[in-house]
């Protein structure tokens, strides 16, 4: 083998290894799809009280620092449960901050994994006087992910 064949092979077997290390692009606008299914589904429930859905990238910054949804409410409203799906494959974290009157309060982030899933973020108790509550996620591993959650409950 020559110098010149040896340092091709040398090439394409380290090009084969750094590719392996990088996460594959996910079809974010198939993702946003399922979440415009996902959602849907919950459009006529009398107890959702909202649903909406974004992209979510890998990012440093904390997690309350991520752009994501806010729902401001007319009435206060008593949320009972918050279900999140995250489609797009790796995993997220996705947190809840809430507002009664004008304190806001947080959810503990939760991990999730992208793949469709249903999860309950636990809230120990329903979050009582709501007027807003804004939904944000940050990706942990993956390209990149599209985030869906219904907010459950009922006005107070």
Known sequence: MSCRS?????SIVL?????ACVPAEP??????????AFTSAFETDQDALATGSFSAGPSVPPLEDQPGLLFEFAETVRIDEIRVACFG???AVFGA??????TWVGTEGVT????GEVRLVPLGAPLEDVNAIELNGRIESGGGAVIASVIMGAVE
């Open 6 to 10: 040896s340092l091709i092979s040398s």
């Open 15 to 19: 090009m084969l290894a750094l590719s």
């Open 27 to 36: 079809d974010l606008q198939a993702a946003q799809e399922e979440a415009n």
């Open 89 to 91: 494959g790796g995993t």
């Open 97 to 102: 901050v809430s507002r009664s009157v004008s």
């Open 112 to 115: 999730v994994t992208c793949d």
